[in-house]
């Protein structure tokens, strides 16, 4: 039978009329979250994902497939291009990160939406540039992410740009006089922005008088160092870090009796739809981010609307990266000119360069339009909110 299949479409072919329509290259979708739009048609331009969608990072990669999927259900919908998503679990593990980007290139992804987390990205960026592969993260924000990869761009800002953002917004609206600081040593994230926060506040004349740290190893009790930004009368703690030792952080330093303005980036987007979190906790923490949900530009309020509708709960800043990433990717689709038919590594240079001449309208960056340069670093507004009522509201 097989050989009577063979023959028959060797005549089709010799015929000068190719059918394989419906037949695709995705080994029925190798995606193990359910998360298609189109079947794996061959029409479809394929964008494989990455992120933990169970483990401790749950809450990023979650945002991140759901956002990105509301942009690829709207953009499908237009009729221009057709996007396929297909987004696999690595619960922010770099090992499993580079299993599930093979999983993809055998399904044969032709450019990637990740990772979400900076540490697996670190071990996958350099595996697409080797493989011409296309890349744009929502979120992993390590400049050594892009750095020496020509086809990799964020749409996150990089994490000098967040340490420096804070330290700025902090001295610019006189926030504190006497600053803690508690990050995490063995994390790039969390390294990488307190570095480029301690440069800067040292040349605003910001006075650091606690730095203490822990490891994923010690990430459970930080009773030393409340007591060390405590006992030295700092009266806001900057936290460059994820928002499960945050949580923790926020009720063991109410158990001491410390209450000084906790002031987070986006690493802390995510804490009030941690399980069985006392949101109470968070009242006026301050982060900084590109996005707020209370906006009334109406692109955004379609999105939280969406949002909510599909899965219950208002999106956070890597929902809506996510959502930008995919419209970048469809911008850059339109501008190159690219089609399904081709391979990824055709598509990767004709990509990059269109990633350079595009603008789009986003629902990150304070009402400001996103470029990139050819480093791949993003441009656009940052803007802080604050954590009321259990929601997070302009600030």
Known sequence: ??????????????????????????????????????????????IGGIGPVTGGAAAYGMAVKNGAQIAVDEINAKGEIKLELNFQDDENDAEKSVSAYNTLKDWKMHMLLGTVTTTPCLAISPETYSDRIFQITPSASS??????HDNVFQVCFSDPNQGTASAQYIAEKALATKIGIIYRNDDAYSTGIFESFKAEAEKLGLDIVSVTTFTNDTASDFSVQINDAKSKGADLLFLPIYYEPASLILAQAKSADFAPLFFGVDGMDGILSLENFDKSLAEGVILLTPFSADSEDAATKSFVEKYQSAHGEIPNQFAADAYDAVYAIAEAVKKSGVTADMSAADMCDKLAAAMTEIKIDGITGAGSQLTWNDKGEVSKAPMAVVIKDGVYVGY
Do not use: F, H, W, Y
Request: aromatic content about 0%; some cysteine; hydrophobic content about 35%.
């Open 143 to 148: 400049p050594q992410v892009i750095e020496g």
């Open 1 to 46: 039978m097989k050989k009577k299949i063979a023959l028959a479409l060797s005549l089709i072919m010799l015929a000068g009329t190719v059918c394989l329509s419906g037949c695709g290259n995705n080994g029925g979708n190798t995606s193990d979250t359910g998360n298609s739009s189109t079947s794996g048609t061959e029409s479809a331009i394929r």
